[in-house]
């Protein structure tokens, strides 16, 4: 399992992520075999948010039945969670007091005393940056998170925050798969005016996020658009499955492990969030993470899933 440092932080951590969103109605034992399994492949680094589950806070709540984590097994783990939508709105909420009250949610629920990594959960319109900035002095100083970032922000969002927040960004979660790349594609064909490609819709997202020390983290990585079903496997991609499987082939692993190092391979240092419930899953997820694509092999995916290299 490839290892990175989150700029800005101590944190060592693996570049695939076991994401726990869908784990409310499982038992203990299946929670427990999937974060084992996880852990066993060297993904020590564990992805929440408040709005998970069927209750607020409820696969947090869960995860921490299931565990049972004690303090030093707590310490062996990096748990990043998120704040800021309202799921009963639907709106989004970067007030100082949403973001404290839904912190302390998140620990009573987890069971500890800290969070790693908080997150603000897509963009809020109304934001102000002065609220947010109060509320992450807060928690930092208090010790009840210790690494701040973002989901689904714009740079332009990033920079807003930036202006008043004085911890680091240290991440920005972002969906990204091979058939679902507008950020990667978009850079490609730049300046060619007949492909709808070249259209930029991020602002230059992964350069920004190079120029700036945030780790990418890589949400939906095997669902083909917004959450609209998998590519891997799927009559939809036949050309792109036909690659896959041919490298899947070559490499001795699963098309599971192709798709998350195409993602890995990007110099950017990209995390990807598993949403995986399947141990079986998990450990074929990570087999991609230091698997080393060539350029061309990596080129002839993004062609296959029907992006154009001028």
Not at 133 to 144: I, M, S, T, V
């Amino acid at each position: 399992m490839r290892t990175l440092t989150l700029p800005g932080t101590q944190i060592t951590a693996p570049n695939v992520v076991l994401g726990l969103m869908r784990i409310q109605e499982k038992s203990d034992e299946e929670v427990r075999t999937l974060v084992r399994t996880a852990r066993d492949a060297g993904i020590d680094f564990l992805d929440h948010a408040d709005i998970y589950g069927a209750d607020l806070h409820g696969c947090e709540k869960r995860f921490a039945e299931a565990l049972q984590l004690s303090p030093s097994e707590r310490e062996k783990w990096t748990i990043q969670t998120k704040a800021g939508i309202v799921r009963e709105g639907p709106y989004f909420d970067f007030s100082y007091e949403h973001i404290v009250e839904s912190v302390e949610g998140s620990l009573q629920a987890l069971g500890t005393d800290y969070i790693d990594i908080l997150l603000l959960h897509r963009p809020d319109a109304l934001v102000e940056p002065e609220e947010v900035a109060r509320a992450f002095d807060e928690l930092e100083a208090a010790g009840k998170v210790r690494a701040f970032g973002v989901s689904n922000h714009t740079p332009r969002q990033i920079d807003l925050l930036k202006k008043f927040v004085k911890q680091p960004i240290v991440a920005n979660q972002v969906q990204l798969s091979i058939t679902h790349s507008p950020l990667i594609a978009q850079g490609v064909a730049a300046n060619m005016q007949a492909l709808e490609q070249s259209v930029s819709r991020d602002e230059g997202l992964i350069d920004h996020a190079r120029l700036h020390d945030i780790t990418l983290q890589a949400w939906s990585p095997f669902q083909a658009g917004f959450f609209d079903g998998p590519f891997l496997g799927s009559e939809r991609f036949p050309e792109l499955n036909a690659v896959i499987d041919r490298l899947a082939a070559q490499y001795d692993v699963t098309p599971t492990a192709i798709a998350v190092a195409w993602i890995t391979r990007h110099p950017a240092n990209m995390q990807v969030v598993l949403g995986t419930t399947t141990p079986q899953r998990v450990a074929d997820a990570a087999a991609g993470s230091d698997l080393p694509l060539t350029r061309a092999e990596w080129y002839e995916i993004f062609r296959a899933a029907g992006y154009t290299v001028p």
